[in-house]
């Protein structure tokens, strides 16, 4: 096979899985954090290497904390400016 066209398959299939990753993401929100929380979970243990730690914290998704005292996360608590 030629090289030229080998490339070619490889980033035509890397634009495909880039692809069809943003539509997974886009379409099914939840389910891709959960997918990211278990690929991620098990490379944050003490035990694993700083650099597998390091790429966990990378594919891990960001926290979903309330803002709130309350834990709604409205930030509407407190004093209403004058």
């Known amino acids: ?5 080998l490339l070619q398959y490889m980033v035509v299939g890397l634009v495909v ?4 990753g943003y539509v ?12 990211r929380l278990a690929c991620a ?3 944050l243990r ?7 730690r ?3 914290r990378w594919i891990a998704p960001p ?6 005292a309350c834990g709604t996360g409205c930030d509407g608590c407190g004093p209403t400016p004058p």
């Open 1 to 5: 096979m030629d090289a030229g066209l």
């Open 17 to 20: 899985m880039l692809s069809a």
């Open 24 to 35: 997974f993401k886009r379409q099914w929100p939840a389910t891709a954090r959960r997918l």
């Open 41 to 43: 979970v098990p490379l």
């Open 46 to 52: 003490e035990t694993r290497p700083a650099w597998l």
């Open 54 to 56: 390091a790429l966990g």
């Open 63 to 68: 926290s979903q904390g309330g803002g709130g």
